[in-house]
């Protein structure tokens, strides 16, 4: 019995601290991360364009309220739809409106997409969010490959190009700023809880900055059309469910050998 749980413990630490050492990531994408910046000025002179072909700045979206900022591409085939479904569910669930408490800026990592991308983007992100008079306070941007790095660099977003796939590599999160440009908040993953996204809003309103949150991250990677699936995601995932798998079955049975341990006690 000694020997089977040793085996079974080592086997945990080998899936659990591989999973945890590297994410479960493969090597192409160790350099893919989202890294918090709390309390970085964000460069609001840079020049992007926005949906309707206009050119503007950043810090155009700056001044008067704090601002909802996504790193997306428009063309992702799955996850950053989900980033942006996670975004509309969250503030769907909130009395605040796009426009008013806040602005949402949504910025295309991708060089190539056009305004018509983000225009066609922004029509679906308004149809799911239900709200199409708070279509003013919404902004999808496009903008060259100088500009883009330059943001994600502040924002500590790193991705990298898959030549074969032709996808982009990234972390799913959000981030909230201050009306004065300076990342408050960061949100992990595709689910973004209301309560915790309006609390960010609210202390964003003030120029305060939040706490570190707690990294999960999950990459868009290698999408499969006949799947449904990302290559990376899904191996991290695995990774951590058998790991849990393994811990759980450990747990079980030390609670019964603990148990006939008493029982054995009990009886004599």
């Known amino acids: 019995m000694k020997k089977m749980l040793t085996a079974l413990l080592l086997t ?11 994410d479960g990531r493969p090597s192409d994408l160790l350099d893919v991360a989202l890294e918090q910046r709390l309390d970085q000025d964000l460069p609001l002179q840079l020049p992007f364009v926005d949906e309707n072909g206009r050119d503007v700045a950043l810090g155009d979206y700056f001044g008067e309220r704090p601002v909802m900022l996504a790193l997306v591409y428009y063309e992702c085939p799955m996850l950053c739809t989900l980033v942006l479904n996670g975004v509309t569910t969250s503030l769907s669930l909130l009395e605040f409106n796009p426009g008013d408490e806040f602005e949402v800026v949504v910025v295309t990592i991708d060089p190539e997409e056009s305004p018509e ?10 149809e799911e969010y239900g709200r199409p008079q708070t279509s003013a306070g919404w902004h999808f941007l496009t903008g060259s490959e100088a500009s883009i790095q330059t943001l994600a660099n502040a924002i500590g977003f790193r991705y990298v190009f898959d030549e074969e796939s032709g996808e982009y590599a990234h972390a799913a999160g959000i981030m909230v700023a201050t009306p004065a440009g300076k990342l408050a908040r960061y949100f992990y993953g595709i689910d973004y809880p209301p309560r915790d996204v309006r609390f960010a809003l609210m202390e964003a309103a003030e120029n305060r900055i939040g706490s570190l949150a707690n990294q999960m991250l999950l990459f868009c990677y290698k999408y499969n059309p006949e799947t449904g699936t990302y290559g990376a995601a899904t191996f991290f995932l695995l990774r951590v469910g058998a790991g849990l798998t393994i811990l759980g079955l450990v747990t079980g049975i030390l609670l019964m050998r603990r148990r006939e341990r008493l029982l054995a006690r009990s009886a004599a």
């Not at 991308?117 to 308004?126: D, E, G, P, T």
């Open 117 to 126: 991308l983000a225009a066609a983007k922004k029509r679906n992100v308004l």
């Open 12 to 22: 945990v630490l080998v899936f659990t601290g591989s999973a945890l050492a590297q």
